[in-house]
Structure formats: structure tokens, C-alpha cells
């Protein structure tokens, strides 16, 4: 099974700030990897999808970038909507989503 | 607009069933393949079970294999899980996805249903 590692598990910072979130994989999962974003009490959002692929409606803010085994997802300039757990997951003929991150304010 | 709306979670002693639906609308769901997704209280995302658009491919993970079963009525834009065997630690909130194509994830979620596996 593929296994994933997502780091750090939480990351303060502060409106405006960047950020990034990095995703492992144990093995190359090529570029299938969706990143999420999850509040408290809702269903996953979609943001990120074919590790740089923006979905619809997602602000430009967000951006994915990696392939093979190492993945990012960076925040540009961190806004009060974005304070929330993200988590990636790869789809690589299977599903295993990373442990999440935890971005709070500072 | 895409809407998911789980219902059937509550309260079930170990070892009994439950039978979670996830009503689709605001989409052709028979064009869609759907998954199930879980949350333990203050824990992470664990992926269930997938089904693709026609029924006829499913997975489901180790942890459930057995135990669960997925299926999809598209005549009434319903998606299902049937959980059978329960234990402690199905104790979670079920999310419904709708599949984004055929391909192992999903690009709408429903709001969730909380499973509570206690005596």
C-alpha cells in the first residue's frame, strides 16, 4: 500500500504570511494527487487535483506543484478563510489521504 | 449546483448494522462514480469504499472489507453503505463524494452522518 506523510502536522502563521505544506508519498505516484481543504464540522473541500491542477473556483492564492514522491501545497498570502486542516491524497489505484495539516493563526 | 446529503447515521450497539444513504442532486449521477469517507472524533480522513458510475467496479479498504457494502441506485440518485459487524472503531462521521469521473477522488462532498458504535 502507498503511505503517505504529510508535514508539518501544524503550522501557525499570520494573515498575509506564505505558506507551504509538503506531501511524501513511500513510492511514485506520478502527478495523481488531490489536495483538500476540511473545516471543522464540513465535508472536505477540493482544491488542487493532478498535483497542480486548480479546481474550479478555488482562489488563485492556492497553487500545488511536485511529481514522483514529494509534493507541495503553497498559500500564497495566507487570508482569514484559510485557516483550516488540509490534507492531500493520492489516487494512484488506490486512496490514502496524508495525516492533514492544521493551519491556525499565530 | 451539486448537493450531497447523507442521512442513516445514530447510535448502534457492537456488533449491529446500519444502513447509510447519500442522496445526490444538482448532477446526472449515473455519469459518476462515488466514494465514502470517514473521520474519526479529532482524527483524519480514512477513504472507505469506491463505486464506479455503472456499479459494476468497487473497492473497499482493508479496514472494512467484509463488513460493508457499497451501492449506488441511480434510478433515485442514491448512493448507499450498508455496515454490518460493528465495532468501536467505526465510530466516525460518513462522508459521501461524488467521484470526479471514474478516478480515485472526489470533487464534492456531502456535509456527513456521525455512526456512534457504543453499548
Known amino acids: 500500500d502507498i503511505q503517505m506523510t504529510q508535514f508539518p502536522s501544524t503550522l501557525s502563521a499570520s494573515v498575509g504570511d506564505r505558506v507551504s505544506i509538503t506531501c511524501r508519498a513511500s513510492?511514485?505516484?506520478?502527478?495523481?494527487l488531490a489536495w483538500y481543504q476540511q473545516k471543522p464540522g464540513k465535508g472536505p473541500k477540493l482544491l488542487i487535483y493532478k498535483a497542480s491542477t486548480l479546481e474550479s473556483g478555488v482562489p488563485s492564492r492556492f497553487s500545488g506543484s511536485g511529481s514522483g514522491t514529494e509534493f507541495t501545497l503553497t498559500i500564497s498570502s495566507l487570508q482569514p478563510d484559510d485557516f483550516a486542516t488540509y490534507y492531500c491524497?493520492?489516487?494512484?489505484?488506490?486512496?490514502?489521504f496524508g495525516q492533514g495539516t492544521k493551519v491556525e493563526i499565530k | 449546483e451539486v448537493q450531497l446529503v447523507e442521512s442513516g447515521g445514530g447510535l448502534v450497539q457492537p456488533g449491529g448494522s446500519l444502513r447509510l444513504s447519500c442522496k445526490g442532486s444538482g448532477f446526472t449521477f449515473s455519469a459518476y462514480s462515488m466514494n465514502w469517507v470517514r473521520q474519526a472524533p479529532g482524527k483524519g480522513l480514512e477513504w472507505v469504499s469506491y463505486i464506479s458510475s455503472s456499479g459494476r467496479t468497487i473497492y473497499y479498504a482493508d479496514s472494512v472489507k467484509g463488513r460493508v457494502t457499497i451501492s449506488k441506485d441511480n434510478a433515485e440518485s442514491t448512493l448507499y453503505l450498508q455496515l454490518n459487524s460493528l465495532r468501536a472503531d467505526d465510530t466516525a462521521v460518513y462522508y459521501c463524494?461524488?467521484?470526479?469521473?471514474?478516478?480515485?477522488?472526489?470533487?464534492?462532498w456531502g456535509q456527513g452522518t456521525l455512526v456512534t458504535v457504543s453499548s
Open positions: 463524494g461524488r467521484g470526479f469521473g471514474e478516478l480515485l477522488f472526489s470533487d464534492n
Open positions: 491524497q493520492q489516487y494512484d489505484g488506490s486512496w490514502t
Open positions: 513510492q511514485s505516484i506520478s502527478r495523481l
